[in-house]
C-alpha cells in the first residue's frame, strides 16, 4: 500500500474512528456507524483500511476548516491523516480506458495526406463501437493502466467529492492532460489538491499521439 492523499485534516471522531474502529460524543452515545459511513461517502467502500493517521505529526492543532474525512465544520483539534490506494474494479477500469481512447481518437490521431500528416478528424466515428472496441484499436494502454493504478484513490477522491467526476471523464482528462490540451483534471472545478496532483501526475507520461490508416487498428506516433 502506498499514500494516495497526503496531509488529510481530520476532527477528533475521525481520528477515533480511523484509530480504534469506534467513536462516542460528549453525551457518551456511539457515533462511530455515523463517521464510518462519511468515511465511505468521501472515500469508498475501503475507507475502513484505507484511513490511516500519520504518526510523525501526533500534535493536533485547533482549526475552523472542515474536516477531510467526515466534513464537520465544527471548530476543534485536527489531527494529519492520509489515505492509501486501492485497487480499481473492473468496471471502473473499462470506463477509464473507453473514455482514454476515445479522447485520443478525438484529439491526437494523425493521418498521412500524401506525405503530410493531418489530422484525423473522423477517427472517433471510424472505431468507436460498442462493446469493448476500445481494447481492440491496437492503441498503447500501458500508460493509461499504469496512471489509474497509480493514482486510484485521488480519482475515487475526486468521483466522491464532485458530481461532474466519472472514470470515463478521468480516462478522457488524463488523455488530454498529458498532451497538453485546453482541458483537463485542472479545470473541472476539483478540490485544488486533487486536481493539482493529477494534472501534475498525468503530465509526467508525455504527450501520445496515433496515426490512423484504412486499417481496423491505429499506431502509436
Ligand atoms: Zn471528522
New binding site residues.
Partial sequence: MRIAIENLS??V??VSVIANGEAYNEDGDDVSAD?AA?HVDRFGPGAAANLVLDHSDDEPYFSWSS?D????TDGGDRFNAALLSGTPTDDQRAEFLAGYVTAILWVNAYRYDGDELVSDENATYAYVAPGTWYLNTGMSLTDAEDFLAENYDVLTYVIRTSTDATWSRHGHDFALTRNGHGAGFWDRGYDTDAANWLTCNAERYGEHNVITDDSPTVSDM
Fill in positions: 481530520v476532527c471522531y475521525c463517521f462519511c474536516c474525512a467526515c466534513g464537520s
